[in-house]
C-alpha cells in the first residue's frame, strides 16, 4: 500500500483562524472548511525588529512531493510569521487553529513544525464537525516547549537559547482518523512572555505535511 503525500499547509495570508480560546479557535477553523468563508483573522506580521526570529524556509529547487491530492507540496508558500493582529500584549495569549476534512481513513503520516515567541502549545486531534474531540495524535495537554506563564522570562527562559530561537519538530505516523465526517484540526496556544525589554513581539511560524496511505488500484 503506497505512501502518498496529500498537503502541505503553511501559516499565511488564508490560512489559520484565531481566537482568544482554544475552543473557538477549532470552531472558527472548521467553519473556515465547512462553510468556504474567505476570511482569515490573523494577519501576516513579518519578521521581529532586526530580523532575529528563525525564518522556516523552503529550498528555491525543491520539486519534491510527487503525486499529489491537491496540489504538489513544493508549490505552498514559505511560513509565514503571524498574530491576531499587529499589536503584542505583555503576557497576551493567543490561539490559532487550521481543519483540514478527512478524505481517508487509512493510516496518515503527519509532520508539524512551529516557530513561536513566546512558548507554545501544539494540539493535533481529530474532531467532528461541532468541534468535539474524537481523538487527540499528541499528549494530552499539548506538546509545549515552556510554561505557559507570563513571567517565565524571569525565572525560566532567562538565556540563550530563548524559545524564540527554536524551531520545533513534530511527526507521527499511525494517525488513523476514526470517520469521513470529522476534520484534522492543528492548534496553538501561544503566549508571549512579560519583559523588561522596550520591543517584545509575538508570533506564530508553522508548516505541517499530510501523507496518507491509499489502496493501490487493482
Ligand atoms: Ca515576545
Known amino acids: 500500500m503506497p505512501l502518498v503525500d496529500l498537503k502541505r499547509i503553511t501559516s499565511g495570508t488564508n490560512t489559520q483562524v484565531d481566537s482568544t480560546s482554544r475552543e473557538n479557535a477549532i470552531q472558527k477553523a472548521i467553519h473556515k472548511v465547512t462553510l468556504s468563508i474567505g476570511t482569515q483573522d490573523a494577519v501576516v506580521i513579518g519578521n521581529a525588529p532586526g530580523g532575529i526570529w528563525p525564518v522556516l524556509s523552503t529550498y528555491e529547487n525543491d520539486t519534491s512531493g510527487g503525486i499529489a491530492f491537491e496540489e504538489f507540496l513544493f508549490v505552498a508558500p514559505p511560513p509565514q510569521f503571524i498574530w ?93 482518523p476514526d470517520s469521513l465526517s470529522n476534520f484534522f484540526v492543528f492548534s496553538w496556544e501561544v503566549i508571549n512572555y512579560k519583559t523588561t525589554d522596550t520591543i517584545n513581539p509575538a508570533g506564530l511560524a508553522f508548516q505541517i505535511d499530510i501523507y496518507r496511505y491509499i489502496q493501490p488500484v487493482a
Open 84 to 176: 491576531d493582529d499587529n499589536t503584542f500584549g505583555q503576557g497576551e495569549i493567543r490561539y490559532f487553529a487550521v481543519a483540514l476534512r478527512v478524505g481517508s481513513v487509512e493510516e496518515h503520516v503527519i509532520a508539524v513544525t512551529t516557530f513561536a515567541d513566546n512558548a507554545h502549545r501544539l494540539f493535533v486531534e481529530e474532531r467532528n464537525i461541532f468541534g468535539d474531540l474524537v481523538s487527540s495524535f499528541t499528549p494530552e495537554g499539548g506538546l509545549f516547549d515552556g510554561p505557559i506563564t507570563a513571567n517565565a522570562s524571569e525565572n525560566e527562559d532567562k538565556a540563550a537559547p530563548f524559545n524564540w530561537q527554536k524551531i520545533h519538530i513534530w511527526s507521527s505516523d499511525d494517525i488513523r
